[in-house]
């Protein structure tokens, strides 16, 4: 197979299935913020929403700064487009797929409502991982994928 078509493959896998999440966690979860649903001992189903970045960091700045986050996120996408076009390898493709998928996903919720959807909430003894969504898993997967893989320094 093209490796940039297995990427673009992977690529919507990842945006298909973030957003169905989404869909369902927007229909069931709600309201949010609310204790949400045990799924796990140490995994809740549980709605909220980041208009941050990473792990919600700079969410009161960037409430007011989505087209910024957009414009910033359709350019890496469009930096991982170009390295995938140009890839050797299929484990980079996959790699370089996911995060393109996921960032995608992302970026539609903060066209959409301004913040992204999240909904897994991991924890373990009352500490909380921030809660995150298929997207994210997505991109870090495609991430680990693409340090994995990487060939090193020469």
Same mark, same amino acid.
């Given at each position: ?26 229909s069931t979860l709600w ?14 189903? $549980? ?11 700079? $969410? ?52 959409? $409502? ?10 373990y003894g009352g500490w ?27």
């Amino acid at each position: 197979m093209h490796l940039p078509t297995l990427g673009l493959l992977a690529a919507v896998a990842a945006f298909v299935a973030d957003q169905a999440t989404k869909a369902w966690a927007l229909s069931t979860l709600w309201p949010p913020y609310s204790c949400g649903m045990g799924v796990l001992p140490v995994l809740n189903l $549980r709605l909220g929403f980041n208009a941050g970045v990473t792990f919600g960091m700079f $969410r009161d700045s960037a409430a007011g700064a989505v087209w910024v986050l957009v414009a910033v996120g359709l350019l890496v996408v469009a930096f991982l487009g170009s390295w995938l076009w140009r890839t050797r390898s299929g484990a980079e493709a996959v790699g370089l797929g996911l995060v393109i998928g996921g960032a995608l996903g992302n970026i539609l919720d903060r066209l959409r $409502r301004g913040a992204v959807t999240d909904f897994l909430d991991a924890h373990y003894g009352g500490w909380h991982w921030p809660t995150f969504n298929v997207a994210d898993i997505g991109i870090v997967c495609g991430g680990s994928l693409l340090l994995i893989s990487a060939d090193g320094p020469g």
